[in-house]
């Protein structure tokens, strides 16, 4: 396969190679950083203070707001996603890296990196251990997509309420409770359906334990710390339990 085909998903066919480019993994964590950071900073200059659960929901909030756009661009381009998934399975037999560390590390041009096309590499990238995401009957595709649609919207008002208490207690608790239950729920069903497929016997054990578990833990565990606050947030009617 020729060299400029090889990552054929990290830039448009046709298009001259800019001077400037990033490794996708290191945008990822960028966005992540500054996204948190400005809910965190903009605690500390309003309040003068830090929590840590205040800071690991933001953390969070973050994380679910790029992953969001990244479900975005799995339904976007679906077709594709399927497609690409074959290049990776091909190239998983043949290289040296994992797809995983192999996308995450490869320069991308800085005028291509908010590309649908590149993110829906990721789930080509993600279905080599887990293939229901080239499949659009499964329910992890359709929950991931129904994710990316729904939640962003509530993920900011609840970043904004616990950053900078603008709802009333109850009814930031209330959107909260909403929000992290469907979450641990939805997470636990996808564990739950992967393992009834028996999709763990086509990867090896590290690989269940880091692309399934520890990846998609986030969402049952930073989940039900956020249920714990939204509760509080309604029995005490005030933002005591982030420290305020």
């Not at 001077?19 to 960028?30: D, E, H, K, R």
């Not at 594709?80 to 994992?98: D, H, I, L, P, Q």
């Not at 359709?142 to 009814?171: E, H, M, R, S």
């Not at 497929?197 to 990846?215: D, F, K, L, P, S």
Request: some cysteine; glycine content about 6%.
């Amino acid at each position: 396969m020729p060299e400029h085909h090889v990552h054929q998903a990290l830039s448009e066919r046709g298009a001259h190679q800019p001077s400037l480019t990033m490794p996708p993994g290191l945008f990822a964590v960028l966005v992540v950083a500054i996204l948190a950071f400005l809910g965190i900073g903009t605690r500390y200059y309003a309040h003068r203070d830090l929590n840590a659960i205040h800071s690991i929901l933001s953390l969070f909030f973050s994380t679910n707001l790029l992953i969001c756009y990244w479900e975005v661009c799995l339904f976007l381009r679906r077709d594709y996603v399927k497609t690409r998934a074959e290049y990776w399975r091909k190239s998983r037999s043949t290289a040296g890296r994992t797809p995983a560390s192999d996308f995450l590390v490869t320069g991308v041009p800085l005028s291509r990196i908010l590309s649908p096309t590149l993110w829906a590499d990721v789930w080509a990238v993600y279905s080599q251990y887990d293939g229901s995401y080239t499949d659009r009957r499964t329910f992890g595709f359709n929950a991931d997509i129904a994710n990316g649609f729904v939640t962003p919207a509530p993920t900011l008002i609840l970043y904004v309420a616990f950053t900078l208490k603008l709802l009333p207690a109850v009814l930031a608790g209330i959107l909260g409770v909403m929000l992290f239950w469907q979450w641990t729920y939805v997470t636990s069903v996808y564990w739950i359906s992967f393992f009834v497929a028996n999709r763990q016997t086509r990867i090896g054990r590290r690989e269940v334990y880091t692309y399934i578990c520890a990846i998609n833990s986030p969402w049952v565990l930073c989940a039900l710390l956020g249920l714990y606050v939204s509760v509080r947030l309604i029995v005490d009617g005030n933002y005591s339990v982030l420290g305020y």
